[in-house]
T-cell receptor, first 116, second 116 residues
Framework: AQKITQTQPGMFVQEKEAVTLDCTYD???????LFWYKQPSSGEMIFLIY??????QNATEGRYSLNFQKARKSANLVISASQLGDSAMYFC?????????????FGQGTILTVHP | GAGVSQSPSNKVTEKGKDVELRCDPI?????LYWYRQSLGQGLEFLIY????????KSGLPSDRFSAERTGGSVSTLTIQRTQQEDSAVYLC??????????????FGQGTRLTVV
């Protein structure tokens, strides 16, 4: 079975600072993908960044980067130069191979608050 | 359409009534997912459709819940004899290739169901 764990229910960061949101995962599959989504108070789910299990380099998308440590099974999201609009719920998710290929499993989320 | 469309956006129903929630995926997307999100919580997987394959129904919480996907496109989630604990936001998502680890899912705006 696959499992995603986000241990930080809430995080606070000062505007323009960087922040790291933690995510650990558990799967016995060798092939899998890791995703981060943002959910603002409006409720929509916004895809941010993807990391494949075979990718040798950490994924980056603008101010978002993924600190992928395969041996530790962690895929932390780093947001640089935080903005007030970054305040939202953030979800880590995984899709792995094998019989459950296709199903996205989500963590419980982390609420990020950016202070001015 | 341009994105995943869900209807209705809000539904208030009396306990014991049946409800139908509709999802229109992005045109051409073969994979479709239903999730449930209770207030301030993570996403709970309900069901996953991929092309003509048998759906993964492993997340449906009880036999009161069922879903169909007609013609490989529109999907309907039906909840029979609704209970107050069914109150949540029901999110639908689609992706272009459900069997690939790296394909992100695109979400609709959700249907907020309130059972009174």
């Amino acid at each position: 079975a696959q499992k995603i764990t986000q241990t930080q229910p809430g995080m606070f960061v000062q505007e323009k600072e960087a922040v790291t949101l933690d995510c650990t995962y558990d799967t016995s599959d060798q092939s899998y993908g890791l995703f981060w989504y943002k959910q603002p108070s409006s409720g929509e789910m916004i895809f941010l960044i993807y990391q494949g299990s075979y990718d040798e380099q950490n994924a980056t998308e603008g101010r978002y980067s993924l600190n992928f440590q395969k041996a530790r099974k962690s895929a932390n999201l780093v947001i640089s130069a935080s903005q007030l609009g970054d305040s939202a719920m953030y979800f880590c998710a995984m899709r792995s191979g094998g019989t459950s290929y296709g199903k996205l499993t989500f963590g419980q989320g982390t609420i990020l608050t950016v202070h001015p | 359409g341009a994105g995943v469309s869900q209807s209705p956006s809000n539904k208030v129903t009396e306990k014991g009534k049946d409800v139908e929630l509709r999802c229109d995926p992005i045109s051409g997307h073969t994979a479709l997912y239903w999730y449930r999100q209770s207030l301030g919580q993570g996403l709970e997987f309900l069901i996953y459709f991929q092309g003509n394959s048998a759906p993964d129904k492993s997340g449906l919480p009880s036999d009161r819940f069922s879903a169909e996907r007609t013609g490989g496109s529109v999907s309907t989630l039906t909840i029979q004899r609704t209970q107050q604990e069914d109150s949540a936001v029901y999110l639908c998502a689609s992706s272009s290739r459900g069997g690939q680890a790296h394909t992100e899912a695109f979400f609709g705006q959700g249907t907020r169901l309130t059972v009174v």
